[in-house]
C-alpha cells in the first residue's frame, strides 16, 4: 500500500448512520492513482439496498437534528472546518493520490472546502424568517424559513473535497441531514471528510457516505420518497436523466451542469493581466473544470501579442506527478479524458487550425500515459469539435474578432452557459459585456472568480441552483407561510 494511506491509517469503508460499513456482498472496487496507476485502496461497492439505509439513518437523524438551536449546528460545523484546515496536508496528499491535481491545487481545494463549511456554519446563525402586513386587524402573517429534510448529493471527482462541502455546509447548516454519493474515481476524500464529520461531533445519520454503483445510488435517491433535495455537480446528460427521474417524487434539484466557457481579451486589455488570468482559468486542474475557459475571442490589434504571451508561458509549465516539487501539470483523469483530449486537438488541426504549443501526451519517466501538453491553438473556427464540446483538458483555442458585437455574438453561440471572461480597460463596455453574456458567472478582468461568498450556477443548459452567498440557504430550506387569525 502506497505511503499516503499506510501511514494515515485512514477509514476506507461507508459511513451509514453512524457506523462504519461495507458492502453487502462484500463487494469493493479500487481506487488508483491517475500518475502511476497504484492501488491506492479499495473501497465498498454499495448499491441500492445500502442507500435505502443511508437514507433512513438520514430520515431518523432528521428530527433531533433540525431541532437543535442553529448555534450548536454552527459550533460543530466550525470544528468540522478547523479539523479540516488542521489536516490540510494530509488531506491534500490523498486528494492529489487519487485525483492528479498538484499538491498546491489540492492545498488549496482543502482550504476552498473549508470555507463552505465555514461560510455555511456562520449563515445557520442567519436564516431569518419575516412577518409581512396583513389586511385585517386580526390577522398576523409569518413567513419561516425551514430545514427541507433528508437531502443528497452527488458530485464529481474533478473537485473532490469541495463540490460536496459546498452542497454538505449547507445542507446541514439549515438543519438538513445528507446522504454523499461521491465520484468513484475519488471516494478516499469524501470518506475522510466523514471522519472528520465524526470526530467534530455531528451525530450518526446526519452525514452518511456511500461508495458504488452511480447508477444504483442515483436511482434509489430519486425513487425514494424519504429524499426531498438533491444537488448534482457533472454533466449536462446526467443532469437531464436526474431531471426526469426526479418527475417521480418531484424531488427538488439543484443542477451545476457542464460549461462551455468563452474568453474575451479586447483591444484596450492590460496584456499580461489577461494571460495570467487566462492561465489561471484554463490550466487550473489540467482544465478539468467546468468554469475553466474553452473558447479564447482575441481582438484583432492584440492577438498576437496575446497567443504570443500566452504560449510562451503555457511552454514552460512543469509537468508531473503532483505530489512532486513545482509541479504545474498533472495527469488528466483517465483514459477516455486523454483521448477526447487528443480528438479535440486532432480535429482542430485537421480542419486547418495551428497548434502553438502542445498538441502531445507528455512522456514523463516511470508515469502512465495520461499526461497531456499545456496545449495553445491558433485559429479555431465554428465547425470544429472544440467549439462545440466542453474539452475538460489543457487545450485553449484561440480566434480573432473585430467588434464587439461580434464577441458577444459568438460568446454566446452556446447551449452552456455557467462561466464567461472577458478582459477591458474600458469601464463602459464592462459593465456593457458583463451584463450581456448570458452566464451565470462573469469573471470581469479576472480568471479565478469562484469563492464562497459568491453564487456559483449556471444559466440555459448549464443547470440551475445558486450555491454559496447567502443565496445558498435558499437552495436547503423550505418557505412556509403561518396565517395567524388572532
Ligand atoms: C467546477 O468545476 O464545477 C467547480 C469549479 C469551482 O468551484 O471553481
Known sequence: ???????????????????????????????LDPATDEHIASVPRCGTAETRRAIDAAAEAFKPWSARPAVERYRMLRSLADAMMRDQDRLARLMTSEQGKPLAEAKGEVAYAASFIEWAAEEAKR???ET?????????????RQPIGVTACITPWNFPLAMITRKLGPALA??????????EDTPLSAIALGELAVEAGVPAGVVNIVTGEAKAIGEELLDNPKVRKLSFTGSTPVGKLLLQKSAKNLTKLSLELGGHAPFLVFDDADVDAAVKGAIASKYRNMGQTCVCANRFYVQDGIYDAFAGKLSEQVKTMKIGRGLDDGVQVGPLINDDAVEKVQRHVDDAVQHGAKVLTGGALAKVDGLT??????TVIDGFTPEMLINHEE???????LRRFK????????ANDSIYGLAAYF?????????????????????ANDGAPSTVQAPFGGVKESGFGREGGKYVMDEYTEIKYVSWQL
Open 391 to 397: 474539452t475538460f483538458g489543457p487545450v485553449a483555442p
Open 369 to 374: 500515459n495520461r499526461f497531456y501538453e499545456p
Open 132 to 144: 409581512v402586513p396583513a389586511s385585517f386587524a386580526d390577522k398576523r402573517i409569518l413567513v419561516l
Open 1 to 31: 500500500m502506497p505511503q499516503t494511506l499506510d501511514q494515515q491509517k485512514m477509514q476506507t469503508r461507508n459511513l451509514i448512520g453512524g457506523k462504519w460499513i461495507d458492502a453487502d456482498s462484500g463487494d469493493e472496487f479500487a481506487v
Open 423 to 443: 478582459y477591458t480597460r474600458d469601464a463602459s463596455r464592462l459593465m456593457r459585456v458583463a451584463e450581456q453574456l448570458e452566464y451565470g458567472i462573469v469573471g
Open 403 to 410: 467588434s464587439e458585437e461580434q464577441a458577444i455574438e459568438w
Open 127 to 129: 436564516v431569518y424568517g
Open 174 to 183: 439549515a438543519g438538513n441531514t445528507m446522504v454523499v454519493k461521491p465520484a
